[in-house]
């Protein structure tokens, strides 16, 4: 039997409204449930089987598998849950739907995630074999020389072994345009001198890796900026906004890891 849930849940999952919409529709009256108006916000329902319309038009819950690419602020955890109740990224999108996030970033990390209810795309994004791009911007202390940046590019030897190619560019002390566009907060136009923004891009995945890798050469991480996985970008996801895949956005991440996105469940 399919888990009762908050209708406001039900509603933003169906892409109608973001969640505080869907409580204004239905404070407004907006919606039914089986034929009746329900104003109150602690309604459940079953997504399944009950009949929601709002403004008389009956929504559904998406079919298939959810896909949902997340602008993760910094404090937020990548975990669906916490022995200790901090926020997590499941807090975060509204969907009754049992989603995880495909890979981690540190909770001092902030920008992409993808989150999913497809456990074979997952599993694919996240095997070595298929090594898909991450792409990161950091902001870190000091400038790395030529020579620094070329041992990152070529791979370093960490405590878990040597780190496979990297591709690393310095940006320079002004703040990147993706990350103004993205609404990354607490940063200054142009970081003062001692600090420099980089872009860096790998296709492994271990813990701290890119922390440790700029650590390694002695330029320590002050922030850390996922924009881009594989063909996936941050683009103008304010943080804590989400949205779902566009089907060209699918269409290309399955080509990445061999899927057929037109397969069933
Ligand atoms: N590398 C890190 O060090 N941290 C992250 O969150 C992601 C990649």
Redesign the pocket.
Same mark, same amino acid.
């Given at each position: 039997m399919a888990e009762k849930v908050r209708l406001q849940k039900v509603i933003a999952a169906a892409g109608i409204a973001s969640r505080r919409k869907a409580e204004e529709l239905i404070r407004a009256g907006r919606v039914r449930v089986n034929g009746k108006v329900v104003r109150e916000l602690g309604v459940k329902v079953d997504p399944e089987k009950d009949i929601i319309e709002v403004d008389g038009r009956r929504i559904r819950p998406p079919r298939g598998h959810v896909y949902i690419l997340l602008h993760k602020p910094r404090s937020v955890l %990548?975990t669906t849950s916490d022995p200790f109740g901090r926020p997590t990224v499941i807090d975060l999108v509204p969907t009754d739907r049992r989603v995880f996030p495909v #890979? $981690?970033? /540190?909770a /001092? %990390?902030e920008g992409l995630m993808l989150l999913t209810d497809d456990g074979l795309l997952a599993e694919r994004l996240s095997h070595p074999r298929y090594g898909h791009r =991450?792409e990161?911007i950091a902001l870190v202390i000091g400038t790395p020389t030529e020579k620094e940046l070329r041992a990152l590019q070529r791979g370093i030897v960490l405590e878990d072994g040597r780190t496979g190619p990297a591709e690393v560019k310095v940006l320079g002390r002004r703040v990147p345009q993706e990350v103004l566009d993205a609404g990354v907060p607490g940063l200054q136009k142009v970081s003062p001198r001692g600090f420099s923004w980089l872009r860096i891009a790998?296709a492994e #995945? $271990? =813990?701290?890796?890119?922390? @440790?890798?700029?650590k390694a050469v002695g330029h320590p991480?002050i922030r850390?900026i @996922?924009v881009a996985i594989g063909p996936l970008r941050l683009g103008r996801l304010q943080p804590g906004q989400w949205r779902a895949l566009t089907p060209k956005e699918k269409e290309r991440l399955f080509q990445e890891v061999g899927l057929n996105h037109e397969r069933k469940k």
């Open positions: %990548s #890979g $981690r970033l /540190d /001092d %990390s =991450k990161y790998i #995945g $271990r =813990k701290h890796q890119v922390r @440790r890798m700029l991480v850390l @996922r």
